[in-house]
């Protein structure tokens, strides 16, 4: 339909959260939704990875391996908060990589069991040579 809209509006806060808002009007039917990043408590833990001024925040990095429910939930927050990782921003697929190498030093945490059930990984987690590096 002509009447019909689409509209993308990209906002940055100063936390480097990257808030996406979505508008779409379907015959004066108006629907909002917004995208801040995942659960709470691993919106927190990234945001605290991205919050350090040192170029080494793998103790952090780690952390939100821990606090996040799910992969999806990790790598949702990871797009949100792309400062917790190395590069301005992240596709799917970035994030998927920078999971999989970070999953190598926390094997136990339910983020990594769930990458790996999803395929997400790119070795399996009873890996002997993983479990040297995960006492």
């Known amino acids: 339909m002509a009447e019909d809209k689409v509209r993308y509006i990209h ?10 808002l979505f508008i779409v009007t379907l015959g004066g039917l108006s629907l909002t939704a917004c ?8 919106t927190t833990a990234m945001r605290a990875a991205a919050d350090v001024s040192s170029s080494d925040n793998s103790v952090e990095l780690l952390t939100t391996l821990a606090a996040c429910a799910s992969a999806d939930d990790w790598i949702l927050t990871l797009k949100a908060n792309p400062g917790a990782g190395a590069l301005l921003s992240y596709t799917t697929a970035d994030a998927e990589s920078l999971l999989d190498l970070s999953c190598v030093r ?14 997400i990984l790119t070795y399996e987690l009873d890996d002997p040579r993983l479990k040297e590096l995960n006492p």
Not at 11 to 20: P, Q
Not at 106 to 119: K, L, P, Q, R, S
């Open 11 to 20: 906002l940055v806060t100063t936390s480097r959260l990257v808030t996406a």
């Open 35 to 42: 995208s801040t990043g995942g659960t709470p408590e691993c």
């Open 106 to 119: 926390a094997i136990a945490t339910a983020v990594c069991i769930d990458a790996a059930g999803e395929g």
